[in-house]
């Protein structure tokens, strides 16, 4: 339905979102957006002029910060106590990367499903664009609300990372040298923000 207006208008917000002066937190790398080019909302070439910032190493990296090994602690009735939760504790190696699932439950104490992980999310999640029956309908509510609380999980974690003011460090596309990012704690505004998304995201406590 590329004629609509509706078409037009979210084609033009991917053209604001897509530009080469943009920088974009994503989990994971960028051509996992490649299918999605053939609904034509935006192009191979605006996925290469764009300079992302993949959440998921800036994560291990953070975490790795915040979470040094530490030895075990005697108590009063002298047992030692093992309570550090670092990467080799916990029995993750170094070169494993951390899932989004993973990442959600260490950080934000909450639950994301993985069952839809893998997903196919480029078969057209909107139930007007085909004759659906009942559970053709009910799995793309599923794959929406699945993709809805990934993103907001992202936001979330991005917003604990500012609040420890983390430095991103990230290569630009325009240049070769590295870049510095660094953080800065959210405003009560944005806090106000974080509150609303709490109370209305559909993620589960574990």
């Not at 670092?86 to 951390?98: A, D, F, N, T, V």
């Not at 590295?178 to 559909?202: A, F, M, N, V, W």
Request: charged letters at 25%; aromatic letters at 10%.
């Amino acid at each position: 339905r590329d004629h609509t207006i509706h078409f037009a208008l979210i084609k033009q917000l991917f053209d604001i979102i897509f530009t080469s002066n943009k920088t974009i937190y994503i989990w994971g790398i960028k051509n996992e957006l490649f299918p999605f080019v053939n609904f034509k909302l935006f192009s191979h070439e605006q996925l290469h002029s764009i300079t992302p910032i993949n959440l998921q190493h800036q994560f291990k990296l953070f975490r790795n910060e915040q979470r040094q090994h530490h030895h075990r602690i005697s108590t009063s009735d002298n047992i030692l106590e093992d309570n550090c939760i670092c990467e080799q504790c916990i029995g993750k190696k170094p070169s494993e990367l951390w899932s989004l699932q993973d990442s959600t439950a260490y950080l934000l104490k909450e639950y994301l499903p993985k069952t839809l992980t893998r997903e196919k999310f480029n078969i057209g999640l909107d139930p007007n664009l085909f004759n659906l029956d009942f559970k053709e309908k009910h799995y793309r509510q599923q794959l929406t609300t699945y993709a809805l609380n990934a993103c907001l999980s992202m936001q979330r974690i991005l917003i604990q990372m500012k609040n420890a003011k983390f430095e991103i460090k990230f290569h630009s596309n325009k240049q070769s040298k590295r870049k510095l990012l660094q953080l800065s704690p959210i405003s009560s505004d944005d806090e106000d923000d974080l509150l609303y998304l709490q109370r209305t995201s559909s993620l589960s406590k574990p």
